[in-house]
Nanobody, 123 residues
Framework: VQLQASGGGLVQPGGSLRLSCAASGSNLDYYSIGWFRQAPGEGREGVAC????????YDGDSVRGRVTISRDNAKNMVYLQMNSLKPEDSAVYYC?????????????????WGQGTQVTVSS
């Protein structure tokens, strides 16, 4: 499966963005999806993920309550709605997929990655 993330950009603190992840080459029904981010000099951090099995979602500690991950299997799309953005949310955001029922925040468990989209939160 090929993934392409989009929707990043420059936003003011307190603003919102919706990132999209478009999949091709395979149906996403059986893939669990994660959104990760990586700031310069930092490791890759899990932001949110969604199970393929039951649609349950999980948020990372640093973004809990401010993000919503969702998926539209019919369109082969996954979304990340981010609200109340802070400067520390600035990073390159990646979507990733693993062929499995349950998602997690272990980057190494994901087999497929999109190219990343830059999010910059600044006034």
């Amino acid at each position: 499966v090929q993934l392409q993330a989009s929707g990043g950009g420059l936003v003011q603190p307190g603003g919102s963005l919706r990132l999209s992840c478009a999949a091709s080459g395979s149906n996403l029904d059986y893939y669990s999806i994660g959104w990760f981010r990586q700031a310069p000099g930092e490791g890759r951090e899990g932001v949110a993920c969604i199970n393929s099995s039951d649609g349950n979602t999980y948020d990372g500690d640093s973004v809990r309550g401010r993000v919503t991950i969702s998926r539209d299997n019919a369109k082969n799309m996954v979304y990340l709605q981010m609200n109340s953005l802070k400067p520390e949310d600035s990073a390159v955001y990646y979507c990733a997929a693993e062929l499995g029922r349950w998602c997690n925040f272990l980057a190494d468990s994901y087999d497929y990655w999109g190219q990343g989209t830059q999010v910059t939160v600044s006034s």
